[in-house]
């Protein structure tokens, strides 16, 4: 069974930065893509960030610049630093893995992050 542990929410003020971990453990095959998704209220879940295991990298156009996604594959973990956050990056943010061998995705269960004007 997979499951993912994500760390790292907070409050902060605008401008500031926080860092995200998620932890993958069970049964991922080597081709599988990790990254966050966020949810704000009101709102669509939306891709944040996120890196295959060729190590292609995607953002989403609102952070590019402040965000930076990285995984370390042996451990199975992926991070997301967020710097010079704004108040519209409040939201719950997701750990997610595709396992493309499996064709199934897992989530985490969301760490909330809030960034106060």
């Known amino acids: 069974q997979v499951q993912l542990v994500e760390s790292g929410g907070g409050l902060v003020q605008a401008g500031g930065s926080l860092r995200l971990s998620c932890a993958a453990s069970g049964s991922i095959s080597s081709i599988n893509t990790m990254g966050w998704y966020r949810q704000a209220p009101g709102k669509e879940r939306e891709l944040v960030a996120s890196?295959?295991?060729?190590?292609?990298?995607d953002y989403a156009d609102s952070i590019k610049g402040r965000f930076t996604i990285s995984r370390d594959k042996a451990a199975n973990t992926v991070r997301l630093q967020m710097n010079t956050l704004r108040p519209e990056d409040t939201a719950v943010y997701y750990c997610?893995?595709?396992?493309?061998?499996?064709?199934?995705?897992?989530w985490g269960k969301g760490t909330l992050v809030t960034v106060s004007s």
């Open positions: 997610n893995v595709r396992d493309w061998f499996r064709a199934t995705a897992y």
């Open positions: 890196v295959s295991s060729s190590e292609v990298i």
